[in-house]
Structure formats: C-alpha cells, structure tokens
C-alpha cells in the first residue's frame, strides 16, 4: 500500500509499506480520505517535535476492508466508517472513570500513534464507528474534529435558553457553531478577519464581531444580549482570552479550547470569578461518547460541513497539500487516498 510519511521538518514522502493484517479484534479499514489538522500542520512545520519517519494523519473516513478474529460489531466488508485513532488504556484512573480523552498511557512508547494518512490501516474495532453512507467520505472525514467539540461544550452546562460566544471563526470556531446552531441555541462569533466572519454568517452565526474594529461589548448588546452564558475560545492569544472575560454573564462558563503558545499569561480578578461564580475550564481531546454523539450528529446531515472543505489533493500531492494547509485563511484540506474522494469534492462542493 502507499503511505505518506513526514520524513523531517516541511517534507513528506509517498512510500511503500506492507498492508497491514487485522489481529485478533481488529478491522481493516481502507482509507478514502484523511483531513489535514492543526496537529499534522505543526508537525510538518517541526513547530511540534516527533520522532521521524513518521505516517501521520488522524481525520480518517473509509471503508471495511476485512475483519479480525473475534469482531463483536456487525460490520461487513463496504460500509462506510471513520475512525477515532486514540490510544486508551482501559485500566488508567481516567479511563475506568469515563474521562478517557485524559487517559495516562495514550502516549506509551511503542503504541501505534496517527497512521491516518495510508491506504489501509488496521485498528481495535473499538475504534471503528459505522456512519451514514449518505454522509460521504469528506465530510466523514471531520467526524474527529467535531467530537472535540462535542467534548468542548460538554464542559459546559449547555441549554437552550443559552447565548453562546464562539471566539475564532476558523475550522474550530465553525464546527462548534455547526452543533451550537443544531441544538437551537443563539451564537455570536468573534474574529478580526472579515472574510471568516463572513463565513461565520453563512454558517448560521446569529452576530458576528469584528474584534478588531467593533467594541464587543457593544456588538452583543447590538445582538440584543448583554452578556454570553457560554464563551468558547478557540483561537489562541492573550486578547481572545481576555475577551471571553470580558463578555462572559453571571453564571457562564469560558471553554478555553485552543492550545496557545508558550508564555501566554492572562490577568484575572478572582473577585469576578466569586461574585458571578464564573466556570474557567480547559477541553481536550474526545471520549468514545463525544465520537459516538459526533457521529450521531453526522448521521443527521444537517451541519453543512462541506463548506469548511477548502480543497482536496491526491495522495501523490501530498507534500503540496501540507503546504497548501499552512495557509491561516483556508478551512480543512483533505488527502484522498483514492480517486472517488475527487469526484465527491465535485459534487459535493466546498469552501
Ligand atoms: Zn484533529
Ligand atoms: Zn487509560
């Protein structure tokens, strides 16, 4: 089978590699395309360290290609599945207590780790969820992105009488949105790029804010809200941050969900945080429930993700698509490791 390898700082390979067998308990999954992710994207620029050569790629959607021995799900050679490619140990503090994204040993030396982007990978059925054929590959292809955010706003106690904020309106910030609008709930979002915004309209966004221009304090009230119930900040920096504090209501929660570079501090009043009984929390990564409410989401066909679909490149053109990737004003692009994966970009449209 081919592969595509990152084999040092800014450069890729296709190679070639055996096909790998299922074990026992284990499906092989031919992959039709692999999703390009923030993680993928430091690790091609060497902004995030890893030990070369290395096949990455985690945004996988495919088809079943065969089963191991001792496969309990009802899965049949053809169906469409994506794959939620995270090591959980099953006995860790964290796993037993169905926190697993925080699991202690998901990064063990000697685990297999990404693998996304080959034709074939071979992984526990566990980690095989069956979706919707009428989804598509693309779009199924974002399923793992959207359980984080599923993960995100389970950090909060979301309801629907609700005003969320969504800080960021990149692949992220637009995912969140896409299930805040599919629950019902009103959602401003906040970027300083006009075009995003823009975007974030299309998308449902009920108000946008440009936070380079507008007060934002004023933009919402403008909205018709004086103050959010939920912030979710996914774009990094001290200002995004800052904002989340200063447009978070009584009783609200602030998602902090994007990683930011480091040395970043931020300066709070822990009065603010008494008085109005603030929630601050982190979010990382997604539980087996976040991906299977992820591909319950999917499954509805109602969140429009192809419009977060900024191009798709073929596996030979892998390198062009990492460098393509590293571009801050395009949305997701995907590898498809086979042809059809083109042929539905065209139909399906994108960004
Ligand atoms: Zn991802
Ligand atoms: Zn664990």
Avoid: W
Avoid at 48 to 71: D, L, N, R
Avoid at 82 to 91: P, S, W
Avoid at 126 to 135: C, G, K, M, N
Avoid at 201 to 228: H, T
């Amino acid at each position: 089978m081919k592969a595509i390898e990152l084999i040092g700082p800014g450069r890729v390979e296709v190679v070639e590699k055996d096909r790998p067998e299922p074990g026992e308990g284990e499906v092989l999954v031919r992959i039709k395309a692999c999703a390009i992710c923030t993680l993928e994207r430091r690790l091609f620029t060497g902004e995030q360290a890893i030990s070369y050569p290395i096949v990455f790629g985690h945004e996988v959607s495919g088809v079943v290609e065969k089963m191991g021995k001792g496969v309990l799900s009802d899965f049949q050679p053809g169906d469409p599945v994506v794959l939620d490619l995270l090591n959980r140990c099953g006995e860790c503090l964290y796993c037993r207590t169905g926190r697993s994204n925080q699991c202690s040993n998901k990064f063990n030396p000697g685990l297999p780790i990404l693998g996304g982007m080959a034709q074939f990978v071979a992984r526990p059925a566990r980690e095989v969820f069956a979706i919707d054929p009428e989804v598509g590959f693309l779009r199924a292809s974002l399923t793992e992105p959207l359980s984080d955010c599923v993960h995100s706003l389970m950090r909060t106690h979301l309801s629907p009488e609700m005003k969320v904020l969504m800080i960021g309106a990149g692949t992220m910030g637009l995912l969140h949105l896409a299930i805040v609008k599919h629950y019902g709930m009103f959602c401003a979002v906040s970027d300083v790029n006009e075009s995003k915004l823009a975007k974030a309209s299309r998308f449902g966004a009920d108000c946008v804010i440009n936070a380079a221009k507008d007060d934002p304090v004023e933009a919402v009230q403008r909205a018709g809200f004086d103050a959010a119930s939920i912030a979710i900040v996914t774009a990094p920096g001290k200002e995004a941050v800052e904002e989340a504090f200063r447009l978070i209501g009584t009783l609200g929660t602030i998602v902090l969900y994007s990683a930011n570079p480091k040395g970043v501090k931020i300066e709070l009043d822990p009065n603010f945080i008494h008085y109005k009984e603030i929630t601050i929390t982190g979010s990382e990564g997604r539980t087996e429930k976040d991906f299977h409410q992820a591909v319950s989401l999917q499954n509805s066909r109602g969140l429009m993700l192809e419009q977060l679909i900024s191009g798709v490149f073929v596996l030979d053109e892998a390198q062009r698509a990492l460098e393509v990737s590293l571009d801050p004003s395009l949305y997701r692009i995907i590898v498809a490791m086979d042809e059809s994966a083109i042929t539905e970009f065209e139909t399906i449209g994108g960004a």
